[in-house]
Each structure stands twice: as structure tokens, then as C-alpha cells.
């Protein structure tokens, strides 16, 4: 199937500071990819729609001048993290659909970013 | 889009067919149903859709009755392996925008 991937899978950072996650669909193009945040023993959040070549659609309750998401190309969507905080520390995890597969409702999903805030 | 329920959690033994069932009572007429499976610290990961009936693969089994108000995940002679969290969606795979709401999932541990 298709393999979307994350860097970086882990980051430990100051309270403060800006922390850039990336997600690449690495053998298809995804004109959508998804970004979630996921809290220990709890389900995955939708956080935002990522769109390429226009702006991101943010889910109720999720600020977006906090969490930057630039979809630059076809293959690349961020996330940025501005101003971390320790309630920010949290696993992330970006999605993306094979456009071959319009009409077949099989998301991938990344292997997901532990964001550690100090 | 439609919400799900399902157990919050259950256990079985190696060995074991586990079913895991999902009520989604507004589906749509549109709407498939996807199960996902997700291991700690990993994202989620593609297990079986449907639409109706039965759906079979290397996996699993999916079922799926007439009225499509409920679906079932059935795990043929479950291993140690199989101990993760499942999470049964339901939507409607029309377009790539097409969002994926999770809901709560089942938490699967499997004993020897």
C-alpha cells in the first residue's frame, strides 16, 4: 500500500519555542492529508484539513494561528507548532489519500510525532 | 457524518475468533465502513471496508447486516500480535477531502 512518513518521529523541545512537523506521501500524490493529535488512552482529534496550494480548514476549537499547516506540493504538507507549551506535548499524526484511489475511502495514515514540551 | 459505538474494551485469548461489533444507527446511504487498528506510539493502520453483506480478506472478515445500523470485526484465531486498539469509522469515501472523525475505539488485549 500506499506509505506516508513523518519526520521527525520524536522532538523534545523548550516551552516557547516553534517545533515544524513534516508528512510526505512518499509514492503517491494527496491533494488532502489530515493532521491529528492523539493524548495517551485517547482517540485520535481531528486538528485540521491540510489542502495543497490553498489554506487549511481547522476543526472547531483548534487555533490556527498555534498550529501552522502549509501543503506546499502534492507530495508535503507541515505542521508547526508556534509557541510550544507543555499542554501541547502530545502524539501528532497526519493522514493522506492516494488520489488514484478517488472513490475508494482508504486513508493512510503516518507513523506519528511524539512532541515533548519542557 | 455518522457516530459510532463500540465496547471500550475486551479480552481474549490466543487462539480465540474475537468480534468486535460497531453501532452506527445514522449511517448514510453513501456511508462504507472502515475498521482501523492501531498499536502504541504508531498510527493507524488499514484493516477491512464494506458496504454490505460479508467482506473477506487476509485479516479479517467484516460483517455487515441488511439494515447497515451495525457492522462486526471479526479476528480468526487472535495471537499476542493482535493486542492493540481498533476504531470503526464510517463515511463516505466520495472525494479525497472526505474527513475521517475517529470515535472512541475498542482496546483488544489478547492473553496467552
Known amino acids: 500500500g500506499a506509505v506516508v512518513s513523518q519526520h521527525p518521529s520524536w522532538v523534545i523541545c523548550k516551552s516557547g519555542t516553534s517545533v515544524k512537523i513534516e508528512c510526505r506521501s512518499l509514492?503517491?500524490?494527496?491533494?488532502?492529508m489530515f493532521w491529528y493529535r492523539q493524548f495517551p488512552k485517547q482517540s485520535l482529534m481531528l486538528m485540521a484539513t491540510?489542502?495543497?496550494?490553498?489554506?487549511?480548514?481547522?476543526e472547531q476549537g483548534v487555533e490556527k494561528d498555534k498550529f501552522l499547516i502549509n501543503h506546499a506540493s502534492l507530495t508535503l504538507s507541515t505542521l508547526t507548532v508556534t509557541s510550544a507549551h507543555p499542554e501541547d506535548s502530545s502524539f501528532y499524526i497526519c493522514?493522506?489519500?492516494?488520489?488514484?484511489?478517488?472513490?475508494?475511502?482508504?486513508?493512510?495514515f503516518g507513523p506519528g510525532t511524539r512532541l515533548t514540551v519542557l | 457524518l455518522a457516530k459510532t459505538t463500540q465496547p471500550i474494551s475486551m479480552d481474549s485469548y490466543e487462539g480465540q475468533e474475537v468480534n468486535i461489533t460497531c453501532s452506527h444507527n445514522?449511517?448514510?446511504?453513501?456511508?462504507?465502513i472502515t475498521w482501523y487498528q492501531q498499536f502504541p506510539s504508531q498510527g493507524p493502520r488499514f484493516i477491512i471496508q464494506?458496504?454490505?453483506t460479508k467482506v473477506t480478506n487476509e485479516v479479517a472478515s467484516l460483517f455487515i447486516p441488511a439494515d447497515r445500523k451495525s457492522s462486526t470485526l471479526s479476528l480468526p484465531r487472535v495471537s499476542l500480535s493482535d493486542t492493540a486498539v481498533y476504531y470503526c469509522?464510517?463515511?463516505?469515501?466520495?472525494?479525497?477531502?472526505?474527513?475521517?472523525?475517529f470515535g472512541s475505539g475498542t482496546r483488544l488485549s489478547i492473553r496467552p
Open positions: 445514522n449511517i448514510a446511504t453513501n456511508d462504507y
Open positions: 491540510s489542502n495543497e496550494g490553498s489554506k487549511a480548514t481547522y
Open positions: 464494506g458496504y454490505k
Open positions: 469509522l464510517v463515511g463516505w469515501p466520495g472525494s479525497s477531502a472526505s474527513k475521517i472523525i
Open positions: 509514492d503517491f500524490q494527496a491533494t488532502t
Open positions: 493522514s493522506a489519500r492516494d488520489l488514484r484511489q478517488e472513490g475508494y475511502n482508504e486513508q493512510f
